[in-house]
């Protein structure tokens, strides 16, 4: 329905309106006394045509003006004795019958010039409100996208954060790492001298000589563990999601920090549940996670007096997560400070960044799981960390 169409013109001011009625039945008339034209026998279409224009552009009172004048021109011109106001008494049910077509035709005009004025209305206003819409979409994904590299953003910050403090902590095992790495390479350097001690004998005892071989192949190839495991922490990389054995990961954290437990005489003790399922999650930043808890528990017993002991537990939970706690003998908790510590900056240690404990539980959390301490009778903490489990293998 264009606005261009001359009937959804909007209407004309009241003065414009009856003027319209009046003019349109005067057109009726004249064209219906046309002698040119013959119409003297259907005059009531013209007067109801103008009925109806005038109801449709002018509304009820342009329609009921038009339909007076109608009347009375009817009653003048056409029921007989013509050209007269005499009593026509034989003809009033004929005017009656004009009267009641001219006001049903007027008000039919009027209820239709209504409805398609509320359609063109709501017309008006469904494109508006689409318009809306689609400017609001549009400004939904420009927010969506805008989040979504903030997310991005985010997510690269949080995880080159947590590779910093991987290579920070890393750095400060140096010596311990050193040691580690230096074990198996002196002990594939003796069985080799020993290898050749045996080959060089009068008689080589060839089997001597192969299991001293062997255990050169095994103490490589434990070097070249450790040294694998401490690239794989310094490396940069984004995140990757993979089924993880939680044992597994624990039992490579001990191996590269058992000689720093070692040197502060702190024993190592671990309960791994068996079969205990794996779950989904980025191998490296979980290991972050135990790297941080094992060395906080390391530290908080570096002084202490009396027994030394770290304890690592794995099991399965009720609510098919895996639990996983790492407990240590050492000063405990900060008193009136135990929930400050997961706070970003916030350390007790003289030297310390107060990041480890803050990165570890945004891992943890990123991983669908939480971290909480809590005091690890008779003395000492306890770190505690839930993940859930993923029995199916990621596509």
Request: net charge neutral; charged share 20%.
């Amino acid at each position: 329905m264009p606005r261009s169409n001359p009937l959804l013109w909007p209407k004309p001011p009241a003065i414009w309106s009856y003027g319209i009625a009046v003019l349109s039945v005067g057109a009726a008339l004249i064209i219906s006394q046309w002698p040119a034209l013959h119409l003297e026998a259907a005059p009531v279409s013209l007067f109801l045509c103008a009925v109806m224009l005038s109801a449709w552009f002018g509304g009820v009172g342009p329609g009921l003006l038009a339909t007076a004048l109608s009347v009375l021109a009817f009653y003048y011109y056409f029921l007989p004795p013509v050209h007269s106001l005499d009593a026509k008494t034989d003809e009033i049910p004929r005017l009656v019958v004009f009267m009641v077509s001219a006001l049903f035709v007027g008000s039919l005009s009027v209820a239709q010039r209504s409805a398609t004025e509320s359609l063109r209305r709501a017309r008006d206003d469904l494109r508006k409100t689409v318009q809306e819409l689609q400017s609001t979409n549009e400004a939904l994904q420009a927010e969506s996208l805008e989040r979504k590299h903030a997310e991005e953003a985010w997510r690269e910050a949080q995880a080159e954060l947590a590779r910093v403090s991987r290579v920070t902590t890393m750095g400060e095992l140096t010596a311990s790492l050193a040691h580690e790495v230096n074990q198996p390479i002196a002990a594939a350097v003796t069985n080799a001298n020993t290898c050749l001690r045996w080959l060089t004998r009068d008689h080589p005892d060839l089997e001597e000589a192969r299991e001293a071989a062997s255990r050169i192949v095994k103490d490589a190839t434990r070097a070249a563990g450790i040294i694998s495991r401490v690239r794989l922490l310094f490396k940069k990389g984004t995140l990757r999601q993979e089924l993880v054995d939680i044992n597994e990961a624990i039992r490579e954290m001990i191996v590269l920090l058992r000689s720093e437990a070692t040197r502060y005489n702190i024993t190592v003790r671990m309960e791994l549940a068996a079969d205990l399922p794996r779950i989904m999650g980025d191998r490296v930043q979980l290991q972050q996670v135990l790297m941080n808890l094992i060395m906080n528990g390391i530290d908080a017993m570096k002084a202490v007096d009396g027994t030394r002991e770290l304890a690592i537990k794995s099991q399965r939970t009720e609510k098919e997560e895996v639990l996983v706690s790492v407990s240590d003998t050492g000063v405990g908790l900060p008193p009136q400070q135990a929930d400050q510590i997961f706070d970003a900056f916030f350390t007790t240690k003289p030297h310390g960044t107060g990041m480890g404990l803050r990165i570890s539980r945004s891992i943890i959390e990123s991983h669908g799981g939480r971290l909480w301490a809590a005091d690890n009778s008779p003395h000492g903490a306890s770190f505690c960390f839930s993940l859930p489990t993923k029995a199916e293998e990621p596509e």
